[in-house]
């Protein structure tokens, strides 16, 4: 397999390295009680739909009735978090279930909170897609056989998925060129024809079939239909340190998910409010799920499809024990 780096091109081993030498040099953030009781923590993010729902927790007052008030920050990916999380930079943050899987495998002191997000079952409700250029002849999935995919991270979800979903189709994945692309750029560089396609989120996803791309598939429905993709974790450390916060923002978590999926209207304003997204790429922007189940069997196949594609070494061994609060 022939792999091209591009632009950010720091890798996911190069990244959970940098979190190592974090470890060694930063003790903890700025988490602490405000003047009104709150207890301040931060949290790290991708700048996707996916995180609207913290935006919508905070406007909602949500957080606040569990006694916490937040900082959001972005970064281009969700392995990008992990640092910042064990370094006591975020409290917590989120990453995708590739990134959690492959910290925990390094042996990095990680606890994962709460689920996040899932792909819908439906290609056309999926909020990523593969996108390519309406005259690139690309009409199938076989026609990507040899070509250059770009994703946001390598060696990741992006990969993980769309490798299973070429599986599963019986299409070549072993072929596949790699350039990793933060969202916003992915656009662009399809029209120029840096790239043959891109695997892309929304608010991307959307603006770049405005901008003539075409929707191939949607490898998360494909590979992993309504399963969990990705989860908010904390640091080993401050789990112990501070249980009743964890705690605390768990319970949000699942109040949060649970208004987001009842109020997908008021995911849509907060996103263009909080997160600067489009109005009208907003109101036509496909939504993921945002499910409260933990979901290990969806977290076992992510380990499983990671190992058989050379991005983790091996599973680990006991899924339930990587979740804060389990003995």
């Known amino acids: ?50 995180s609207a729902p913290l935006f919508l927790g905070i406007e909602e007052g949500i957080f606040e009735k569990h006694g916490l008030k937040l900082e959001v920050s972005f970064a281009d990916g969700g392995a990008a ?28 002191p990680l606890e994962i909170v709460h689920s996040s997000w899932a792909p819908h079952a439906e290609f056309e409700e999926d909020d990523h897609g593969i996108i390519v250029a309406a005259d690139s002849g690309i009409e199938e999935p076989e026609d990507l056989e040899g070509r250059n995919i770009a994703v946001n991270t390598l060696q990741n979800i992006g990969e993980v998925h769309i490798r299973k979903a070429f599986e599963d189709l019986g299409v070549d994945h072993e ?22 396609a891109i695997w892309v989120s929304e608010p991307f996803r959307t603006p770049a079939m405005d901008d003539g791309g075409e929707l191939l598939m949607s490898a998360g429905a494909q590979a992993f239909p309504e399963q969990v993709g990705g989860y908010y974790s904390t640091s080993q450390t401050y789990a112990t340190d501070n249980p009743e916060v964890v705690e605390a923002f768990q319970e949000a ?27 009208d ?47």
């Open 81 to 108: 978090v992990i640092p910042s999380v064990l370094s006591g930079e975020n409290q917590f943050g989120y990453s995708n279930s590739v990134s959690q899987l492959a910290a925990l495998g390094e042996g990095l």
């Open 253 to 279: 978590m699942t109040e949060v998910n649970e208004f987001a999926t009842a109020n997908p209207d008021l995911v849509r304003e907060v996103s263009v409010v909080e997160m600067g997204i489009d109005e």
């Open 175 to 196: 072929s596949l060129e790699w350039t990793q692309l933060p969202f916003p750029d992915m656009a662009e560089a399809l029209e120029r024809g840096d790239v043959d």
């Open 1 to 50: 397999m022939k792999t091209t780096r591009t632009r950010r091109s720091t890798g996911l081993g190069a990244l959970l390295l940098g979190a190592s030498t974090f470890l060694a040099a930063c003790g903890s953030g700025a988490e602490g009680e405000n003047a009104d009781g709150l207890t301040e923590v931060s949290v790290g993010t991708i700048p996707a739909v996916l």
């Open 281 to 327: 790429v907003a109101e036509r922007m496909t939504l993921p799920l945002f499910p409260n189940d933990d979901d290990l069997e969806a977290l076992r196949a992510y380990a499983e499809y990671s190992v058989r594609y050379g991005i983790l070494e091996e599973e680990p061994a006991d899924l339930e024990s990587l979740f804060a609060g389990q003995d």
